[in-house]
């Protein structure tokens, strides 16, 4: 998988519905690309908190074959496949589950975004298939 700008990323663990707490690895250190194997989510999906990239492309080395997921921007990136599974999910996020060690106050909530009354929020995002 390609990021579109070098990335210092760590990957977060999901687990029981929630991200875990204090538990990250590093996946990118001063880097755009990362390999795909079929157990790298044996562990779960993969959380990336603020990605540099605007564009994530899945791409096949036995030959052309790409997909693009393009955003304006997010906060939170989510990738994931089911172990075993002929897939893979690439989700731009802006906002993630709950920490495993939440207050449960939702003023507290990690990614929670809040808007003023009558106020507004638009985002997108543009998959190219090759």
Known sequence: MLF???ENLERWFFKD???TAGKTEEVF???RAVSLS???FDQGIMIFKHPVSREFTIANSRNSHA????TDGVPY????SKP???FLC??????IPDMSDTSGNLVDKEGILSLEPGAAFTTGYRIQIV
């Not at 997909?67 to 393009?70: E, H, P, R, Y």
């Not at 990136?77 to 994931?80: P, Q, R």
């Open 77 to 80: 990136l989510g990738i994931w």
């Open 4 to 6: 579109e700008r070098e």
């Open 90 to 95: 690439v989700e731009p996020w802006h906002g």
């Open 38 to 40: 079929r157990t790298m």
């Open 29 to 31: 250190e001063n880097s």
């Open 84 to 86: 075993g599974a002929p």
């Open 17 to 19: 519905g929630m991200v």
């Open 67 to 70: 997909i693009t997921v393009a």
